[in-house]
């Protein structure tokens, strides 16, 4: 019978593949890392298909009960996987069939569901699509901050400090990478005082420090301080998301 | 027998219907309080979900409410589908339905909805945003394509949840694409048969039927809006100037 885990995660340095390292680290997990290099379409080649036919990260197989490999994709049902499997003492999640239990999942779905997607087309119109759409623009960047808005109404009723329950959950896990990252998509998280306190007290979780630097340092905190480069690393992402858009429509 | 669950949905939109095919697919008795566009951002329906967005559902015999199509859906199966009718009880297929019901949450319904914004809902036509989101429809359409070869479902040999919640927007891939109707799968036809192999089930003739009969009390078109309103902003015009007349 080969040993668990052996976790073997495939990811990139972004809010979807962070909330995996971090949900990782919060569980003091030991894993390998494969970095996917998607500027090189690496997620598109068939190895990694084989993994994810959607050719998306994160992805992570890990050897299962049955001694045999599992693959897994969507960074939603990865989470839930890790907390069903190595979550025995409830440290980042709730017992199945309690009220917190489900609570989380709605939270959780609301990410991957809402904000995500959202606070991705925000990212995509803003920075990297091929004209400049105002319309576009503020279409997504207003859901955002009206998605936002839930969340910073949600932590000013917490007791806690986080979104449900008495401690961070995998749904306040999911939610970080891309709250941290709100100024990219044209949001001024300054106008949500609760959410903006939630960040840093994320931010000074020990597994989030180090689980965001996975697979290479996590920097979009520093890039709000230095427009030069923020300019040069849009202008970078913009040609491989146009280069990728031009390739699926020939399929 | 529980008592009835009660799910709070606005007619027009998919995915209160995946919520309704799940119960009728299980059995479970549920009463519906069917609001309208306007009230969903609103009073009472915002204390049960503060996101502002249909369905949310009460179940009198937990006392839980509960929002997000995939948390109720979870919520459902794990309650309720006690004999395993659309789930397995065995891990590696649980977690793959799982991946399968969050690729649709987040992969399927974003863009199919956004891809619907812009080609029937939004007033101005922008071509290189159309074009953004009917290029992705069609690649998880493709990644559905791939994945259903060689097999009838989604995960192993019987209907799940998973293959359930693909299918209210799915339905309305013609409206998602701007084809006609039987067009709409053309080039993924174990899509395509995967997915009338659904629409002919009983849960979802009764889901559509109950749908016809709600928009038809609300006076609203196939669109989702009021009879004769073409888009958004004439829609949300009328709804303020009917405000207003109710004002006065």
């Known amino acids: ?251 | 027998m529980p008592k009835p669950i009660r799910i709070w949905l606005a007619p027009p939109g998919p995915n209160p219907w995946k919520v309704i095919i799940v119960l009728e697919e299980l059995q479970i008795p549920y009463e519906i309080t069917s609001i309208r566009f306007e009230n969903i951002k609103a009073k009472p329906f915002i204390d049960l979900n503060p996101n502002g967005r249909v369905p949310a559902i009460e179940d009198p015999n937990t006392g839980l409410t509960l929002w997000e199509t995939g948390a109720i859906i979870l919520y459902l199966i794990e309650q309720y589908d006690t004999e395993k009718k659309l789930t397995y009880d065995t891990v590696v297929e649980r977690n793959r339905l799982n991946q399968w019901l969050m690729f649709q949450v987040s992969g399927q319904g974003p863009y199919y909805g956004q891809a619907t914004w812009f080609q029937v809902l939004h007033s101005e036509k922008i071509p290189s945003a159309i074009n953004r989101y009917v290029e992705e429809a069609k690649r998880v359409c493709g990644v559905l394509e791939g994945s259903l070869a060689g097999k009838k479902w989604l995960v192993g040999d019987k209907i799940t949840f998973a293959d359930l919640a693909f299918v209210p927007w799915n339905d309305r891939l013609d409206a998602v694409l701007m084809c006609e109707g039987e067009k709409k799968f053309e080039g993924f036809p174990l899509v395509k048969a995967w997915h009338e192999s659904m629409i002919s089930r009983p849960s979802w003739k009764k889901a559509m039927e109950i749908r016809a009969k709600l928009m038809d009390i609300q006076g609203l078109a196939w669109n989702g809006m009021p009879k004769g309103v073409s888009n958004m902003e004439e829609y949300v015009e009328k709804i303020k100037k009917d405000a207003e007349a109710a004002g006065k």
């Not at chain 1, 199945?96 to 609301?110: A, V």
């Not at chain 1, 925000?122 to 623009?137: L, Q, T």
């Not at chain 1, 449900?164 to 970080?176: E, L, R, S």
């Not at chain 1, 000074?204 to 180090?210: D, F, L, T």
């Open chain 1, 1 to 251: 019978m080969a040993t668990r885990p052996d976790i073997h995660l495939y990811t990139t340095q972004t809010p979807n593949g962070i909330k995996i390292s971090i949900t990782l680290e919060e569980l003091g997990l030991p894993y390998k890392v494969t970095k996917i290099d998607i500027s090189k379409n690496t997620q598109k080649e068939p190895w990694f298909l084989e993994i994810n036919p959607n050719g998306r990260i994160p992805a992570l197989t890990d050897t299962f009960t049955d001694g045999k490999t599992i693959r897994l994709f969507e960074s939603g049902s990865i989470q839930q996987y890790l907390i069903d499997q190595y979550d025995k003492d409830h440290k980042i999640s709730y017992p199945r069939g309690t009220r917190e239990y489900y609570e989380m999942n709605s939270w959780l779905f609301f990410l991957n569901a809402g904000v995500g997607p959202m606070q991705g087309q925000a990212n995509h119109f803003s920075r990297y699509a091929p004209e400049h759409i105002e319309y576009g623009v503020k279409r997504y960047t207003n859901e955002t901050r009206r998605l936002y808005g839930v969340l910073n109404t949600q932590l000013e009723k917490s007791t806690s400090g986080y979104l449900v329950g008495d401690k961070c959950t995998i749904a306040d896990i999911a939610h970080w990478g891309w709250v941290t990252a709100a100024f990219w998509a044209g949001v001024d998280i300054d106008e949500f005082p609760a959410l903006k306190a939630w960040d840093e007290r994320m931010l000074a979780r020990p597994g989030v420090e180090k689980g965001r630097h996975v697979p290479e340092r996590h920097t979009i905190k520093d890039l709000q301080k230095d427009p030069a480069k923020m300019k040069e690393i849009a202008e970078k992402s913009k040609a491989w998301v146009q280069q990728g858009m031009a390739a699926d429509a020939k399929k």
